[in-house]
T-cell receptor, first 117, second 111 residues
């Protein structure tokens, strides 16, 4: 199956710092990647849809200036959490759809656990 | 009303039991349906797609009822390793690709 990687897998940072998370599709090209956030015992919540070569589409209630998304190539999307605060501590997961004929299946990265002190 | 609703459980069953999960969705224009499995602190992994004709993969059977907007997952002969959270996932492609996750149903299989 298709493989999606994320880096880093976990990060601990001080309040006020910025954190960049990378999402890569390793064996396929992805025009569209998705960024989710999951708080403990809750489901995944879509934050934004990342489109290669264009601006990301953010879900209602997600601050685009705080969560910067860049999708510069067909295999890489980055999410930068700017001026992180403890309430941003969460499990961030990216997913990607294959440009090829794989239907509507999404392939998920392993997630990045962010802890803001 | 949530777009995708699941019984959160938890379901506590003994090994070898048969357990069924249900899911309902509100968007009649939804096009694709999946069950994902998520282990604690891990990413979701696709378990199986769901079709109106039914889909069986070993001990797992998934069913879709479009008229009732209802999806089910049946696990037979439960194993300890089946313990996880099962996510009902619904996608649509009208006005842009959109995926909605259910909150998940927690399953504990005990020896």
């Amino acid at each position: 199956g298709a493989v999606v990687s994320q880096h880093p897998s976990w990060v601990i940072c001080k309040s006020g710092t910025s954190v960049k998370i990378e999402c890569r599709s390793l064996d396929f090209q992805a025009t569209t990647m998705f960024w989710y956030r999951q708080f403990p015992k809750q489901s995944l919540m879509l934050m934004a849809t990342s489109n290669e070569g264009s601006k990301a589409t953010y879900e209602q209630g997600v601050e685009k200036d705080k969560f910067l998304i860049n999708h510069a190539s067909l295999t890489l999307s980055t999410l930068t959490v700017t001026s992180a605060h403890p309430e941003d501590s969460s499990f961030y997961i990216c997913s990607a759809r294959d440009m090829g004929d794989r239907g509507m299946e999404q392939f998920f990265g392993p997630g990045t656990r962010l802890t803001v002190l | 009303r949530k777009e995708v609703e699941q019984d959160p459980g938890p379901f506590n069953v003994p090994e070898g039991a048969t357990v069924a999960f249900n899911c309902t969705y509100s968007n009649s224009a939804s096009q694709s349906f999946f069950w994902y499995r998520q282990d604690c602190r891990k990413e979701p992994k696709l378990l199986m797609s769901v079709y109106s004709s039914g889909n069986e993969d070993g001990r797992f059977t998934a069913q879709l009822n479009r008229a009732s907007q209802y999806i089910s997952l049946l696990i037979r002969d439960s194993k300890l390793s089946d313990s996880a959270t099962y996510l009902c996932v619904v996608t649509s492609n009208t006005g842009g690709f959109k995926t909605i996750f259910g909150a998940g149903t927690r399953l504990f299989v005990k020896a």
